[in-house]
């Protein structure tokens, strides 16, 4: 008789320590689910965080004097000059004789700057303008601005020659290139009209990074403004 009192308490302890087992093991998976859970609601706030992540623009207290404001001009103009607006425009002026002197309205279609004043203006411009706080910063978000654009230009330049009927000798090439070089023009021009105007130009994809370049130092350090 006591060894089988002995037996079933040995099974009673055994079951209640399977029962314990489990109910742990339950506990720990569900410890696991909620972790991940939170982990998860974690991430996705975080990626809605910097999603809406942007640079606020530097009050401006008075319009900038109107020799900062010419200034503000030139670097837009020099992107134009060096840039390969003028061989966009050429095919569609010889293939359509009525803007057939359209090409002799276009800086940098007749001549062309060397290749070396191009890289020295790039050096100098980021270096010694973008880079100083010395200068204002409404000149420096315009130098840095047209060379974004300018850069913009040359990708799109030769990620079109990867499409066949869109490339310098395609099918509708000489439309599509006349329309890359006149929406470049259209942009540069309403950046020169906030430059006159005193005011910063607002461009998507374009706005936050010509500030990420004027306002942080190369450490990443920020400049209070």
């Known amino acids: 008789m006591e060894i089988k009192r002995l037996s079933g308490l040995d099974l009673s302890a055994a079951s209640s320590t399977l029962l314990l087992s489990g109910n742990e093991v339950g506990q720990s998976q569900k410890t696991s689910i909620l972790l991940g859970q939170r982990k998860s609601s974690t991430l996705v706030q975080a990626k809605k965080d910097n999603s809406s992540i942007t640079i606020p623009f530097p ?3 008075e319009k900038p004097e109107w020799w900062w404001r010419t200034l ?40 062309r700057l060397p290749q070396w004043f191009t890289m020295t203006y790039f050096m100098v411009a980021y270096f010694g303008v973008v880079k100083k706080k010395q200068w204002p910063h409404f000149f420096r978000y315009h130098v840095i601005m047209a060379m974004l ?6 990708v799109v ?16 090439g000489i439309e599509y290139w006349a329309a890359v070089a006149f929406m470049y023009i259209l942009i540069l ?11 910063y130009v607002k461009l998507p994809f374009f706005s936050i990074p010509a ?11 920020y400049k209070p403004f």
């Not at 021009?189 to 005011?199: K, N, P, T, W």
Request: aromatic residues 14%.
């Open 59 to 61: 009050k401006m207290t």
């Open 72 to 111: 503000a001009c030139l670097p837009y103009l020099a992107s134009l000059q060096m840039s390969d607006v003028g061989f966009y425009i050429q095919p569609f002026a010889e293939h359509y004789q009525l803007f057939g002197d359209l090409i002799y309205f276009v800086p940098g279609a007749i001549k």
């Open 149 to 154: 654009l300018e850069t913009m230009l040359q």
């Open 157 to 172: 330049g030769h990620s079109s020659n990867f499409f066949p009927l869109i490339h310098y000798n395609g099918t509708f």
């Open 189 to 199: 021009l309403e950046c020169i009209r906030c430059a006159l105007a005193g005011r």
């Open 211 to 221: 500030l990420a370049h004027t306002l942080f130092t190369v450490e990443g350090r």
